[in-house]
């Protein structure tokens, strides 16, 4: 698809190397240019205890797939001049420098557009309200509202990936494929920027809206919405099964109490969805004293039948052990090493 496509990655540890796997799946050659002086990205030493010395690490391969690795010393002059060359001849560079050093090395947009009048340049900061800082995922996930919500009343959660970087690299993908578009119509370098801090606010959504319209403000909730009940609650089966809900209409409520046997009196008390949200702690135990003497096989049929949001917790292995993750996994060989990662692409394009 984008076979023609030159990415030269300037980029390091998971959001500007997400961006780079993606255009790497659809075909295009990546080059990622890793700091010779400290023996390439940092992610190649963020492994877990039972990961071999000798091996690339899990964390690094998965977010980079099919690209040319290049380890140049920006202050080396033949190996300046080596990446020279690869910003003439690119597309697209992908960078994340701290800030300051795109100037420092002479990266910045100016430099590089001076040395390729069309090219797409693509940075992905931190903090923009103040740009000097050291930016890390989780620190932005405290910053940016996300633990706040997270986890429950007594002790916070973070979410268990990178999702700011994850999100960063969705922003940049999009500024990227929109900047191709418009060098149809104007023949001129393009700067593509976003920062993890305006990428986590931009990610809020409802909970964003709720406070700027109900000026309500959200509290560790642990699984729960704060605007739909039963969403997010779980209920235990007579198997030991735990399932969570997510029902979100009022209908589904009332084919639910069906299923679980919940009486009409109790029914009638949540039947809309602001008494349910009111009063989901009672409710949830009026569903569980009913959950507790259902079979999960058969109570998760029923709801499969009537189209009634349900799912298993399921653990990470059983995910990638089911048909549908086997078939997303892309292996490289890398030297003696077999890796493999989730492909990042999950789109189908028919014509």
Known sequence: MFSELKILELSSVLAGPAVGIF?????????KVENKLSKGDITRKWKLSSEKDEDLSAYFCS????????????NNEDDRKKLNELIKYCDVIITNFKYGDDEKFKLDFESCKNLNSSIIYAHIGGFKSKKDRV????VLQAETGFISM???????AKMPVAFIDVLAAH?????ILTAIIMQHKVDKAIKVSTTLEETAIAS???QSSNFLMANHVARPMGTLHPNIAPYGEIIVTKD???????VGTDLQFKKFSEIIGLEFDTTKKFIKNVQRVKNRSRLLMKINEKTIKLNSKQ???AFHQNNIPVGEIKSIDKVLNSKIAKEMILEEKVKTQQTKRIKTVAFQLNY
């Open 63 to 74: 977010v980079n797939y099919g690209k040319k690795h290049i380890f140049l010393d920006f």
């Open 150 to 156: 997270t986890g429950n009343e007594k002790n916070f």
């Open 135 to 138: 930016a890390f995922d989780i």
């Open 23 to 31: 255009f790497a799946e659809l075909g295009a050659q990546v080059t």
């Open 240 to 246: 030991h099964q735990q399932l969570i809900l997510a």
């Open 204 to 206: 809020l959504m409802n």
């Open 299 to 301: 109570l998760i049929k």
């Open 171 to 175: 922003q940049i993908k999009e500024g």
